[in-house]
């Protein structure tokens, strides 16, 4: 089993600046590929971010390519989403998710993952 708690949202302006954390507890974060997921209103969720248990390989979205960077502190069991840039287009729930049957190959595809957290809300104003 895995908890997965996320933090750091909030209202920011366009063109700002906000860092999500997503700690996890139960089994060791280090086992596992972990990723980021937003929801918009009216909209399905999707993929926009994913790292591999050692941090050496990442994928992004198209649409946070060069503005967005996803890292994680396996010492403290926590991933982050650096979000640099902030669209209105941003404003969504933001997902963290685990990935508990791959370890080195990250992935985009929501059904792959098994553990999510609540979501944390981040909303860009313009």
């Known amino acids: 089993q895995v908890q997965l708690v996320e933090s750091g949202g909030g209202l920011v302006q366009a063109g700002g600046s906000l860092r999500l954390a997503c700690a996890a507890s139960?089994?060791?974060?280090?086992?596992?590929?972990m990723g980021w997921f937003r929801q918009a209103p009216g909209k399905e969720r999707e993929f926009v971010a994913a790292i591999n248990w050692s941090g050496g390989s990442t994928s992004y979205a198209d649409s946070v390519k060069g503005r967005f960077t996803i890292s994680r502190d396996n010492a403290k069991n926590t991933e982050y989403l650096q979000m640099n840039s902030l669209k209105p287009e941003d404003t969504a729930v933001y997902y963290c998710?685990?990935?508990?049957?791959?370890?080195?190959?990250?992935?985009?595809?929501?059904?792959?993952?098994?553990?999510w957290g609540q979501g944390t809300q981040v909303t860009v104003s313009s």
């Open positions: 139960g089994r060791a974060s280090s086992n596992y590929v």
């Open positions: 998710a685990a990935n508990t049957r791959l370890r080195y190959y990250t992935s985009s595809l929501i059904q792959d993952y098994d553990y």
